[in-house]
Each structure stands twice: as C-alpha cells, then as structure tokens.
C-alpha cells in the first residue's frame, strides 16, 4: 500500500515519464511538468529519493534501477490508458 500511496500523489506518475528517457535537472523537470510548483516539485523528487526510486546525479535527477523496473512495469499501464482513451471518444 505504500508504494500505491506514493504512486497516487499528484505528479508522482508524470515525473516518472518524464524521467523515461534518461536524466533531467530540476529545472528541466520544472518544464516538462508545467504547471507544477517548485515546492511541490521538490518534495515529490525528496519522497522519490528517499524511496530509492530516484537519485541524484551529477546530470541531474535520474531513475535508480528500482525505479526504471517500476518504469517498465507501468508500460502495460500505459498502453491500456491509450486504449481506455481512444474508446472515450
């Protein structure tokens, strides 16, 4: 339940997508997110951190190893979304 906790925080989910192709600094991620404030950027990168999902890195933030298999896990998530989406209209 923990992990779905985390998952289910506002922008938990799009910080991972948009850390799927490689490391981005906080800015950068500031600009991919838009619409997220700094405070509240900040402090999903803490709990991702500290959940060992995301690291630091001299080129910014990036997903650990457990956090690119909880990436590719949430492939099939994704790809049933499409599919939801598309069906909607």
């Given at each position: 339940?923990?992990?779905?906790d985390?998952?289910?925080?506002?922008?938990?989910?799009?910080?991972?997508?948009?850390?799927?192709?490689?490391?981005?600094?906080?800015?950068?991620?500031?600009?991919?997110?838009?619409?997220?404030?700094?405070?509240?950027?900040?402090?999903?990168?803490?709990?991702?951190?500290?959940?060992?999902?995301?690291?630091?890195?001299?080129?910014?933030?990036?997903?650990?190893?457990?956090?690119?298999?909880l990436?590719?896990?949430?492939?099939?998530?994704?790809?049933?979304?499409?599919?939801?989406?598309g069906?909607?209209?």
């Amino acid at each position: 339940m923990a992990a779905l906790d985390l998952l289910g925080r506002r922008w938990t989910l799009r910080i991972l997508w948009e850390l799927r192709e490689g490391p981005l600094t906080f800015r950068a991620m500031r600009n991919a997110c838009e619409g997220v404030s700094p405070s509240v950027l900040n402090t999903r990168m803490r709990e991702l951190r500290e959940a060992g999902i995301v690291e630091r890195t001299d080129t910014g933030y990036a997903l650990t190893r457990s956090g690119d298999a909880l990436r590719r896990s949430l492939v099939p998530l994704y790809r049933w979304s499409e599919t939801w989406e598309g069906q909607r209209r």
